[in-house]
Structure formats: C-alpha cells, structure tokens
C-alpha cells in the first residue's frame, strides 16, 4: 500500500501524539502512540491498534524534532506498509480568519506563525512539526485543524471584552480553544444522547475548559484570548484579576518575561500545591496544600458549568472528559456535589466504576462521561478536504485550499 493512510500529529513543548488512520468514511486507527518528557529524557510509547505498546528511550536531550522523527520511524517500521497521503495537525490558534480546517501552504504557515503570541506554550511547537515535515516530505500535503474553529459563531456578548473597539476589531477578543475536543463531543453526545440540547462539557485535564453546547453549536467557553482563563490547569492560573501582574511589575523585581513564566508554568494545581501538576498524585496526598489545590479547582469548575448554564438558558447534560473528567471519581463526585442547586444527582456507584452514564434516574440533568478524541476529529476533516478538494468553509478573505 502506499500513500494510503492519514497521519495525525499533535505537537507540543514536552509531549507529542501521532496516529495514522486508513482512508475509510469513519477513519479506523491503524497505530500510534505518544512521546513525552521530550527535553527531559524522552519516551516513544506506541502500539498497533489491538496490539500491546512498545516503549523506547531517545537520546536524553532529544528535542521536538528528534521525537517526530523517531515517531515517523517507528510507523515506518510497524504500519504494516501504509503511509500517509497528508498529514492533520492540531493547530491551537486559528485567530479570526481560520475557522475551518486548512490545507497549508507558505502563507497559511506565515500568517499562522503571526499567532505565537496569542498560544505560547502550543502554536511554536505545533508549526515546528509542520516546517519539520515540509522539509523531511516537501510533497505531503499538510491540513491544520484548529481548537479555536469549532467557537467562531459565539455571540458577540462571549466574544468581546469590555475594551475599546479598536482594540476588539485589531483581534483582542476571546477566541475559545480546546474546540477539537468539544467538536468530537458533541458529535457523540447527538449519538448516545439524541434528546440532549442544553449540554455543558467539562474538558478538564492538564489544560481544562468548560464550553456551552447549544444543539452541537458552541455558545461560550471557559477560556477567552489566550489558554490561560477560566480554570486553574497543571502548571497555568485560571481566573485572575488583570490588575495582579501589575501589582507585580510594580512591587517586585519580576518582569513581563518572569511574570508570563509563572502564570504559564509555575501556577495552576501545581503552583497551589507545592506537590506537582498531577491530579492523581494530589488525590493520593494528605497534604493539606493539596487539598486546597483540588478544591480550588473543584470550586471553579462547578463555577464555570453554573455560568455556562446561564449562557444556554438551561442545563439537561453534563458531560465529563479529558484525562481528569475520565479517570478522576472523586473530583467528578465533588464538581457535582456543588451542582446539586441545579438538579444535578450522582449515582455514587456508577461515578466509582467510571461508567459511562453517572447521573441517577431522577436527575434533571444527564450526567455522561465521554473519552475523548481529538485525533478523529483531524483524520476526518483531512478526508473532507481530499474529498472536495478545497476547504471546509473559511471566512472571506482566507485563500481557498486546493489538495
């Protein structure tokens, strides 16, 4: 077989995931894997689909590079001779003119590359996998998918900012991101759950959001311009008022560099406990600053799902995904223990076996958990634009995009 199949690629600063899928209507996985720890004595775990993972060290200080090239080696060696025809890429930030997938070209990739400073910790990392395989492959077609597409039809009361004007219409606006994930969801969500209307997702995980689902049309989200608002995440501080970094910049010896280092890096769960980013090791601590870590980001949870409910004029599903909204029981127990006022009831069985449907029989709200897959949702949109030969719908103004 050749060129038959679509690769994924989901690049960031200290992890990558890559999936290959064949070509059918609902693309089937045929193998992936992760590499994580990348700087820090990297790790390529991946499997075929069925199949037992393979776990291999790279040199200690392999970058982004390295790791993508040891991926594609390892599905050259183990893809059982299907290789990719494009290539998917999780793209954090489309800004206001990609609002659907892209094939990509030097200027989609030069005015993708002008959006760095709106995503920080993800577009650099996610376009230095792009500029890797244009070199290594010149002739692959390349389509980004973009987490901010799936919210460009907010509202213009979620999107703008009580600014002035000029600065809403230069582009300082809330984009929404974590829409890849959301895009999946409610497509499961319209399957398993049909009658569900009002749904609120929960994305929480080492980047968390909540999104406001209006019959499969995103509403509002948790996070606003960057990937910083909403929710206290891993490592980034969620909600915080603007004046704090200039309290900072006037009281302390911090400068911009230092203060965005902090916010984006050393806050969050990590920041609160002292202990580290990981929920299941805050879980398992006894220490009291991991307490305060967990019920802080309990507390603006339930918060952010209250306020989405407000956005949709009504709750009927609640939905829970991400590595957190999947695995983690007891934080889904205490997020709905505070949504009690709004006819949220958990079955405490069903919650600790991690069914897929949590809520009692008399809850006015449905309460679902959902595996995620962010993936999919690229090898979809890469079939759509091989299939029609352009792009999926972009604002005027955004070239047209050929296969």
Known sequence: MADD??????????SLKFALFDRSAEPARIAGGKVERIGRGARLRASRAGEAATEIPLAPDAAQVEALDAALAWLGANANGAKPGVVGHRVVHGGMDFIAPARID???LERLGRLDPLAPLHQPYNLAAIRRLRERHPGLAQVACFDTAFHAHW?????RFALPRAL???????????GLS???????VARIAPAARRCVFAHLGSG???CAVRDGISLDCSLGFTALDGLPMGTRCGPLDPGVPFHLLRTTAMDAAAIEQMLYHDSG???VSGIGADMRDLLASDAPASREAVDLFVYHCARQVASMAVALGGLDTLVFAGGIGENAAPVRAAICALLALLGVRLDASANARGDAEIGTADSAVRVLVVPTDEEVVIAR????IRASGRDNGSEPGTPEVHS
């Open 5 to 14: 199949a679509i690769l994924v690629i989901n690049a960031g600063s200290s």
């Open 106 to 108: 030097d200027d989609v």
């Open 155 to 159: 509202p213009d009361r979620a999107r």
């Open 168 to 178: 809403h219409d230069a582009g300082v606006r809330r984009y929404g991101f974590h």
């Open 182 to 188: 959301y895009e999946y969801l409610s497509g499961e």
């Open 208 to 210: 968390a959001s909540v």
């Open 269 to 271: 769960l990590a920041g």
């Open 381 to 384: 949109a890469c079939n759509g």
